[in-house]
């Protein structure tokens, strides 16, 4: 074939080959909505099974409550490790072996790695069973995805719904009353307790405004044209429920971390918001979040979908008071510097924070008396595991994340930003094993003890 022609060949293939690609794109484009919910539908239950094994492999997921130590209302905490080893590891062995035999030998628990999102290819927000059923009930808007319903046993997670503490009310204790609030009944709870400004900053926080899968677009996950998602939804009652996403702000979409929602008790203390964006005020927060992480940072989305711009001088202001009047829970063993009293705490209790501002090296970060710095560090976990790809997920380096508060922290499982640990003693052997401590295991079970009465 001559010169010319080969080229004119080679034109004429890509021509065609690019016209094919739109056309593809295109009828992708086209899809419609009866036929995305049936295609999604059908592949759901090929991903539940698939994070279900993962889990299963991961952590022993059986109820096993304290009998000592319970949440804010009631709620029994989860006793004892959850992580599983390897065949043959211990934990004490484990300790032993420096990062470098750990990574080699492929012998990190995977409990341990980055937990992915409940389908993290879908990614977005997915609600627990219990705040989607009392939602519908109190207000009609039904947060169920036709496409995946959330991973995590209620038995880890925090209890619903949470009790409510104000800064400015201490002397009223649990405001909540054992209620979710919602735009149905927050008038009623706060109207006399509440200035004006704070009342329209709650009322705020309660509405629903268009999220990336909640919204009236045909590309939505709910079955129905949608109102959306409000702040309270994933931080219900102020607190946390444990609803989970994947951050915006990371790509491509495998590095993406899967969200563990913070409390927002103690708001009022803490100078850096979002795990690591490292924004510098609530306001801050409260305003980018729902521009940019209820669309996943795409801004083309956020227009199609129906982004509600926050007024900062006033709508931002008033929703970032209300959050700043969200106090901890009360911790009576604990004196005004945050340390233990002797005439009420126990034995180990004192031994665990003899731990925790010694051999645990814990408040070397997280500093009384609400038990953070403030600032952010970067763990180097990828030091004990070769690069893999989990259900989706990417575990490699995550770099540094913000001091989150440790006061009132048993109310909030599951742990790290990820929501990787279940169990605040999966927790301490974690940094036993990061921060390479080799606590024995009385040490670790003091330590532990102590958390409890933070």
Same mark, same amino acid.
């Given at each position: 074939?001559?010169?010319? %022609?080969?080229?004119?060949?080679?034109?004429?293939?890509?021509?065609?080959?690019?016209?094919?690609?739109?056309?593809?794109?295109?009828?992708?484009?086209?899809?419609?909505?009866?036929?995305?919910?049936?295609?999604?539908?059908?592949? &759901?239950?090929?991903?539940?099974?698939?994070?279900?094994?993962?889990?299963?492999? !991961?952590?022993?997921?059986?109820?096993?409550?304290?009998?000592?130590?319970?949440?804010?209302?009631?709620?029994?905490?989860?006793?004892?490790?959850?992580?599983?080893?390897?065949?043959?590891?211990?934990?004490?062995?484990?300790?032993?072996?420096? *990062?470098?035999?750990?990574?080699? &030998?492929?012998?990190?628990?995977?409990?341990?790695?980055?937990? @992915?999102?409940?389908?993290?290819?879908?990614?977005?927000?997915?609600?627990?069973?219990?705040?989607?059923?009392?939602?519908?009930?109190?207000? /009609?808007?039904?947060?169920?995805?036709?496409?995946?319903?959330?991973?995590?046993?209620?038995?880890?997670?925090?209890?619903? @719904?949470?009790?409510?503490?104000?800064?400015? !009310?201490?002397?009223?204790?649990?405001?909540?009353?054992?209620?979710?609030?919602?735009?149905? +009944?927050?008038?009623?709870?706060?109207?006399?307790?509440?200035?004006?400004?704070?009342?329209?900053?709650?009322?705020?926080?309660?509405?629903?405004?268009?999220?990336?899968?909640?919204?009236?677009?045909? /590309?939505?996950?709910?079955?129905?044209?949608?109102?959306?998602?409000?702040?309270?939804?994933?931080?219900?009652?102020?607190?946390?429920?444990? %609803?989970?996403?994947?951050?915006?702000?990371?790509?491509?979409?495998?590095?993406?971390?899967?969200?563990?929602?913070?409390?927002?008790?103690?708001? +009022?203390?803490?100078?850096?918001?979002? %795990?690591?964006?490292?924004?510098?005020?609530?306001?801050?927060?409260?305003?980018?979040?729902?521009?940019?992480?209820?669309?996943?940072?795409?801004?083309?989305?956020?227009?199609?979908?129906?982004?509600?711009?926050?007024?900062?001088? %006033?709508?931002?202001?008033?929703?970032?008071?209300?959050?700043?009047?969200?106090?901890?829970?009360?911790?009576? &063993?604990?004196?005004?510097?945050?340390?233990?009293?002797?005439?009420?705490?126990?034995?180990?209790?004192?031994?665990?924070?003899?731990?925790?501002?010694?051999?645990?090296?814990?408040?070397?970060?997280?500093?009384?008396?609400?038990?953070?710095? +403030?600032?952010?560090?970067?763990?180097?976990?990828?030091?004990?595991?070769?690069?893999?790809?989990?259900?989706?997920?990417?575990?490699?380096?995550?770099? *540094?994340?913000?001091?989150?508060?440790?006061?009132?922290?048993? /109310?909030?499982?599951?742990?790290?930003?990820?929501?990787?640990?279940?169990?605040?003693?999966?927790?301490?052997?974690?940094?036993?094993?990061?921060?390479?401590? &080799?606590?024995?295991?009385?040490?670790?079970?003091?330590?532990?003890?102590?958390?409890?009465?933070?």
């Amino acid at each position: 074939m001559p010169a010319r %022609s080969r080229i004119q060949w080679a034109f004429a293939t890509l021509s065609l080959t690019a016209v094919v690609g739109l056309a593809l794109t295109a009828w992708a484009e086209e899809e419609d909505f009866p036929s995305l919910v049936k295609r999604l539908q059908t592949e &759901k239950p090929k991903f539940a099974a698939r994070q279900q094994a993962l889990l299963a492999e !991961r952590y022993d997921l059986a109820d096993r409550p304290s009998k000592e130590t319970v949440m804010s209302r009631g709620k029994p905490v989860q006793e004892g490790v959850r992580v599983k080893l390897p065949a043959g590891m211990t934990w004490e062995k484990l300790a032993g072996m420096t *990062p470098e035999e750990i990574k080699d &030998k492929s012998v990190w628990p995977a409990g341990f790695l980055p937990l @992915p999102h409940p389908h993290h290819e879908a990614g977005g927000m997915i609600f627990p069973k219990f705040l989607i059923e009392e939602t519908k009930k109190q207000t /009609d808007r039904d947060l169920t995805r036709f496409d995946l319903d959330f991973d995590l046993p209620d038995h880890f997670l925090p209890e619903f @719904p949470a009790a409510i503490y104000l800064t400015t !009310r201490p002397d009223l204790g649990d405001v909540s009353k054992g209620k979710l609030v919602t735009l149905t +009944n927050f008038n009623e709870m706060f109207k006399d307790i509440l200035n004006p400004k704070q009342l329209e900053g709650l009322r705020l926080l309660v509405t629903p405004f268009p999220q990336q899968q909640f919204n009236a677009t045909e /590309d939505r996950r709910s079955l129905k044209a949608h109102q959306g998602a409000a702040c309270f939804d994933c931080h219900a009652n102020g607190h946390t429920n444990a %609803s989970t996403h994947t951050v915006g702000d990371i790509r491509p979409n495998e590095h993406r971390h899967r969200i563990d929602t913070p409390t927002l008790r103690g708001v +009022n203390v803490q100078r850096l918001f979002g %795990s690591q964006r490292a924004l510098k005020t609530v306001e801050d927060f409260t305003e980018f979040e729902q521009r940019a992480a209820y669309f996943d940072g795409i801004p083309a989305d956020a227009a199609r979908k129906g982004t509600n711009v926050l007024e900062r001088g %006033s709508q931002v202001h008033f929703m970032a008071e209300f959050q700043a009047l969200l106090d901890f829970p009360p911790a009576p &063993k604990l004196n005004v510097f945050g340390k233990l009293n002797p005439a009420k705490a126990t034995e180990n209790e004192l031994r665990g924070q003899e731990i925790f501002f010694g051999k645990g090296q814990c408040a070397t970060c997280h500093t009384p008396p609400y038990y953070t710095d +403030n600032l952010m560090h970067n763990l180097k976990v990828e030091r004990f595991f070769k690069e893999i790809t989990v259900n989706g997920r990417k575990a490699s380096a995550d770099g *540094p994340i913000k001091t989150f508060p440790l006061r009132g922290i048993k /109310d909030s499982p599951p742990y790290l930003h990820d929501d990787r640990l279940m169990t605040l003693d999966d927790t301490v052997e974690f940094f036993n094993l990061v921060l390479e401590l &080799k606590l024995s295991a009385q040490e670790k079970k003091d330590l532990v003890a102590f958390l409890r009465a933070l």
